[in-house]
């Protein structure tokens, strides 16, 4: 049994001596300039974002109720070593109003410099914009996710762009996780 761990170790010895003399693969080396570009960025040091190629976009944050009780505070998400997910700090980097007069009473949803309009799934019946799943099937019970389907009005990136909007919510006042999946536009080309 020790002359095959010896022999193991002697073995492993060996390979990295070999590496250490010829170097590593030419696949495993990084080069300088092999690295990402340097982020653009505006004249105060803030990153400029990049304009997103055409495919799905996802973005997610962490909403909560407003102390007005009128609206949904949207906040960045971070989550712990295992999952959980939490506001990462006070900041507000936007609202959701699920009758928002903006939107003829229907959801409106912005984050940052962009807004996601909600819309009916059937057009002549309005109570179809909110897509409710309960936990046990219970209208009313926590934790519960709505889906919106949305499309995006106003935006430096994404206007144009539909998905939906799925907050998943944690707890009766408890907030939780917003989702927003959006899809660009389809050229009139490409139909």
């Known amino acids: 049994m020790r002359v095959r761990i010896v022999a193991a170790i002697a073995g492993l010895v060996l390979l990295g001596a070999l590496i250490g003399t010829a170097g590593a693969p030419q696949g495993a080396t990084a ?20 304009e997103p190629a ?6 997610v944050a962490f909403y909560q109720q407003d102390e007005s009780g009128d609206f949904l505070t949207i906040s960045p ?27 003829d009473g ?7 410099d962009s807004v996601f309009d909600g819309y009916p799934v059937d057009p002549d019946d309005p109570d179809t914009v909110f897509r409710w799943l309960y ?10 996710t709505l889906v919106i389907q949305v ?5 430096p990136f994404y206007e144009g762009y539909s998905g939906t909007a799925t907050f998943v ?13 959006l899809n660009p536009p389809v050229d009139a080309d490409e139909e």
């Open 31 to 50: 080069r300088l300039q092999d690295a990402s570009p340097e982020a653009d960025v505006e004249a105060d040091g803030t990153p400029v974002p990049e």
């Open 54 to 59: 055409a495919t799905v976009v996802t973005l």
């Open 77 to 103: 998400v971070t989550t712990n070593p295992v999952g959980v997910a939490r506001p990462s700090d006070d900041s507000e980097i936007g609202r959701a109003n699920f009758t928002d007069p903006d939107n």
């Open 106 to 112: 229907l959801p409106r949803i912005t984050m940052s």
């Open 135 to 144: 936990l046990n099937n219970e209208q009313g019970e926590r934790p519960a």
């Open 151 to 155: 499309e995006c009005t106003d935006s």
């Open 169 to 181: 919510s944690r707890g009766a006042e408890a907030g939780g996780v917003l989702v927003i999946v």
